[in-house]
T-cell receptor, first 114, second 114 residues
């Protein structure tokens, strides 16, 4: 049971380049989400999904796209990277049922945009 | 919108000292409250939670009580260890009986010296 995995661990992009951050979970969780972590600001929600085919925006969605074609995978796409997107990105998952109060976080992807 | 405010860091203590990290929140409903911990180079892990007023969450010697009257959820530990060195995040979720769409505080970096 690998939990939540993210690739790559580190990435450097030039302004205007595009890339996809990968996130996968093997716990059959319906809910998946992406957060960005910036110094002094905690984590902020970018996008989330409550199941395959369903996505919605969080607090800071601009500049990012997501899709959810399977329960296991929830990739985050940067179409045209900007220096303001330099951050550490975390993917998280959890069951949707009412008994679950824990989100499971991946190890993170550190992205630098120059 | 909902928000979480944590005491400013970083916090440096000696081993066996008493720890308090303050956390206050603003929410329109009746949120669930959480403390997450991030060890160096890792993702976030749930430390403890409280889902209704006057609940006390506890784990690994840490405790926090959900105080609706003061909108607070302060983290305490009676005797800290070097292994407690980490970044601590207070968070809330206003999803009914759930933990999705977390709103985080800015985090408090804790360093324990031997």
């Amino acid at each position: 049971n690998a939990g939540v995995t993210q690739t790559p661990k580190f990435q450097v992009l030039k302004t205007g380049q595009s890339m996809t951050l990968q996130c996968a979970q093997d716990m059959n969780h319906e809910y998946m989400s992406w957060y960005r972590q910036d110094p002094g600001m905690g984590l902020r929600l970018i996008h989330y999904s409550v199941g395959a085919g369903i996505t919605d925006q969080g607090e800071v969605p601009n500049g990012y796209n997501v899709s959810r074609s399977t329960t296991e995978d929830f990739p985050l796409r940067l179409l045209s990277a900007a220096p303001s997107q330099t951050s550490v990105y975390f993917c998280a998952s959890s069951p949707v049922d009412l008994s679950s109060y824990e989100q499971y976080f991946g190890p993170g992807t550190r992205l630098t945009v120059t | 919108g909902d928000s979480v405010t944590q005491m400013e860091g970083p916090v440096t203590l000696s081993e066996e000292a008493f720890l308090t990290i303050n956390c206050t929140y603003t929410a329109t409903g009746y949120p669930s409250l959480f403390w997450y911990v991030q060890y160096p180079g890792e993702g976030l892990q749930l430390l403890l939670k409280a889902t209704k007023a006057d609940d006390k969450g506890s784990n690994k010697g840490f405790e926090a009580t959900y105080r609706k009257e003061t909108t607070s959820f302060h983290l305490e530990k009676g005797s800290v260890q070097v292994s407690d060195s980490a970044v601590y995040f207070c968070a809330l979720s206003d999803v009914p009986q759930g933990a999705q769409k977390l709103v985080f505080g800015q985090g408090t970096r804790l360093t324990i010296n031997p």
